[in-house]
């Protein structure tokens, strides 16, 4: 179970995208039958962003603020001023996360296109540090590092999906 909760929490941003995904569902099986694209993708992109830039953000926030050893240590870096500076930074995106799902597509654009520089830039961070410094540290190299790239791809794809279904309306 340690195990467990340890993968779950240090792993937040794919137990937060899983926790979106979850939530669309029960949200869609509540929703009028039949169901359309565009009921689909409101779904999907509403909880991706309230989950995977809002509550994702605050708790990144809050470890790099209140636990920045263990924030910096997990990333396999000595721990700096900078901890302060990521975690009020993710502080700013959480909170947009957590307005923009019930606002209109500009708002929901800012929510991802935010997140998406830092996380794209985080993701060339760690491929320099698995090369230059061989850290391979599950915060650099692990799960982290794939969602630094794949959720940028899916939050573009989904707010594209909307956008494309809003001109055909």
Same mark, same amino acid.
């Given at each position: 179970?340690?195990?467990?909760?340890?993968?779950?929490?240090?792993?937040?941003?794919?137990?937060?995208?899983? $926790?979106?995904?979850?939530?669309?569902?029960?949200?869609?099986?509540?929703?009028?039958?039949?169901?359309?694209?565009?009921?689909?993708?409101?779904?999907?992109?509403?909880?991706?962003?309230?989950?995977? /830039?809002?509550?994702? %953000?605050? %708790?990144?926030? $809050?470890?790099?603020?209140?636990?920045?050893?263990?924030?910096?240590? %997990?990333?396999?870096?000595?721990?700096?001023?900078?901890?302060?500076?990521?975690?009020?930074?993710?502080?700013?995106?959480?909170? $947009?996360?957590?307005?923009?799902?019930?606002?209109?597509?500009? /708002?929901?654009?800012?929510?991802?296109?935010?997140?998406?520089?830092?996380?794209?830039?985080?993701?060339?961070?760690?491929?320099?540090? /698995?090369?230059?410094?061989?850290?391979?540290?599950?915060?650099?190299?692990?799960?982290?590092?794939?969602?630094?790239?794949?959720?940028?791809?899916?939050?573009?794809?989904?707010?594209?999906?909307?956008?494309?279904?809003?001109?055909?309306?």
């Amino acid at each position: 179970m340690r195990d467990l909760i340890a993968f779950v929490m240090g792993n937040f941003t794919l137990t937060f995208f899983v $926790i979106g995904l979850i939530a669309s569902a029960i949200g869609l099986a509540r929703a009028p039958k039949p169901l359309t694209g565009p009921v689909i993708i409101e779904a999907l992109l509403k909880w991706f962003v309230f989950f995977s /830039m809002g509550v994702s %953000y605050i %708790y990144n926030g $809050i470890f790099h603020v209140f636990f920045g050893d263990l924030a910096a240590s %997990y990333i396999g870096w000595a721990n700096s001023p900078f901890q302060l500076e990521v975690g009020f930074a993710s502080f700013g995106f959480g909170l $947009i996360g957590l307005i923009a799902p019930w606002r209109g597509f500009d /708002m929901r654009l800012a929510a991802i296109l935010g997140p998406s520089i830092f996380l794209l830039g985080a993701a060339g961070g760690h491929i320099y540090q /698995m090369i230059t410094a061989h850290n391979f540290a599950p915060g650099n190299a692990g799960i982290i590092f794939w969602s630094d790239i794949f959720l940028p791809v899916i939050g573009f794809a989904l707010l594209w999906l909307q956008h494309r279904h809003e001109k055909r309306a």
